[in-house]
């Protein structure tokens, strides 16, 4: 996961709130984006305790992680917090290991089978592990957890567990794991770290495809120190990531099958690692330095708000800020980037287009943690 500097504050309690339009509290008047002339507002919609990752349902309930407590909540699609969590699962949250990602399965509808990536807990015989975990969930309840894949953590590190799942539409599964502090691990095709993996579900579990980019192989994309978030392209079909570098080289990526994006041992700012191989690598689209740790991101596909068509939005923990992202025609190099205002708001982790074409996002901070709507104010 990016530095999330662990934050220490007490358990919030999250209160059911009202419907979203009249639980709101709005960050001022309407904000204007002058290059586009698109006024929005900014709420707030639930209270939360550190919230992480979101993801909607075709009925328009919202599912979200608690990196500490373990818990997926769901908000109703009229805005209400149930007020008991849909499944508890057990975690280790020291400082960015816990309750990370989630994606709805394809077949959601039918099975209602969820899926999340969180830290497991070590005990005397087993290392704590990054753990790829399908439930089931009907009527808000969860049940049935199954550990469909494990990534234990052998070095005992506490940071860059990456941390986040999502299907493409041919129903592929799709993971990104941090290094685990190992640098060298992001070169190294034989271990699971730094890299994004393409996994076929079956009904034995999870299986390697045929046509993955290396033979016999989950790895997808390697090269990388800690991806936080990717989100598909639904101009392209691509896949976009958030890379967060050291002390410079923070990254916004579009990553390509079978392509190395430079980290590995030795690895120096604007330069790739020694000793790999050119021929593989791909460089950024956006190189950020000083960091700021970019989080969450996601396209914009929604005839909410036409103006942001295509347009790419992604967070930044250090700053909370969310960047909105013009691409080229080809949708492979950038054209402008822009900053979008959100008041006293913070984008830190996750950023989601809701079912009404809003732009929900995740804060945290050292007193509270909140769900956010960024939405039109035409």
């Known amino acids: 996961?990016?530095?999330?500097?662990?934050?220490?504050?007490?358990?919030?309690?999250?209160?059911?709130?009202?419907?979203?339009?009249?639980?709101?509290?709005?960050?001022?008047?309407p904000f204007e984006d002058a290059e586009s002339g698109v006024s929005y507002i900014v709420e707030q919609v639930t209270l939360a305790n550190y919230p992480v990752a979101l993801t909607f349902a075709p009925d328009g309930r919202l599912f979200y992680t608690e990196k500490t407590t373990g818990n997926v909540r769901m908000i109703d699609a009229q805005g209400t917090l149930q007020r008991e969590p849909v499944i508890a699962l057990p975690v280790d949250a020291l400082v960015e290991r816990g309750?990370?990602?989630?994606?709805?399965?394809?077949?959601?509808?039918?099975?209602?089978?969820?899926?999340?990536?969180?830290?497991?807990?070590?005990?005397?015989?087993?290392?704590?592990?990054?753990?790829?975990t399908r439930f089931r969930e009907a009527d808000g309840v969860g049940s049935d957890p199954e550990a469909m894949m494990t990534f234990p953590i052998e070095t005992g590190t506490l940071i860059h567990n990456g941390g986040n799942l999502r299907f493409d539409d041919d129903s592929y599964l799709y993971v990104s794991i941090g290094d685990y502090d190992v640098p060298a691990n992001a070169q190294d095709l034989t271990v699971a770290q730094g890299k994004i993996h393409r996994f076929e579900?079956?009904?034995?579990?999870?299986?390697?495809?045929?046509?993955?980019?290396?033979e016999g192989s989950s790895i997808y994309a390697y090269g990388l120190r800690n991806p936080f978030d990717f989100a598909f392209d639904p101009i392209s079909g691509r896949m976009f990531a958030t890379e967060n570098g050291d002390a410079c080289d923070d990254e916004i990526n579009l990553i390509l099958p079978g392509f190395h994006y430079g980290q590995g041992d030795n690895y120096e700012c604007g330069?790739?690692?020694?000793?790999?191989?050119?021929?593989?690598y791909f460089?950024?689209?956006?190189?950020?330095?000083?960091?700021?740790?970019?989080?969450?991101?996601?396209?914009?596909?929604?005839?909410a708000i036409p103006e942001w068509r295509g347009k790419l939005f992604y967070c930044t923990w250090s700053t909370g800020r969310i960047v909105m992202v013009?691409?080229?025609?080809?949708?492979t190099g950038v054209e402008e980037t822009r900053e979008l205002d959100t008041g006293e708001a913070r984008c830190?982790?996750?950023?989601?287009?809701?079912?009404?074409?809003?732009?929900?996002f995740t804060a945290v901070s050292e007193a509270s943690g909140a769900i956010y709507r960024l939405f039109s104010a035409e």
């Open 1 to 29: 996961m990016v530095k999330l500097r662990v934050l220490c504050f007490a358990a919030l309690l999250a209160f059911g709130p009202r419907a979203a339009e009249s639980q709101a509290q709005e960050t001022g008047q």
């Open 99 to 132: 309750l990370l990602g989630i994606t709805l399965d394809p077949a959601y509808e039918e099975t209602g089978s969820i899926w999340v990536y969180h830290t497991t807990p070590g005990d005397a015989r087993n290392y704590p592990a990054n753990t790829i």
């Open 201 to 214: 579900v079956t009904d034995d579990g999870l299986a390697v495809p045929e046509d993955n980019p290396i």
């Open 271 to 280: 330069r790739t690692a020694e000793g790999v191989d050119l021929g593989r």
């Open 283 to 303: 460089p950024p689209l956006i190189s950020i330095t000083p960091t700021e740790a970019p989080t969450g991101i996601v396209i914009y596909d929604h005839p």
């Open 326 to 331: 013009t691409l080229d025609e080809d949708r």
């Open 348 to 360: 830190r982790i996750d950023i989601e287009v809701g079912p009404e074409g809003g732009l929900y």
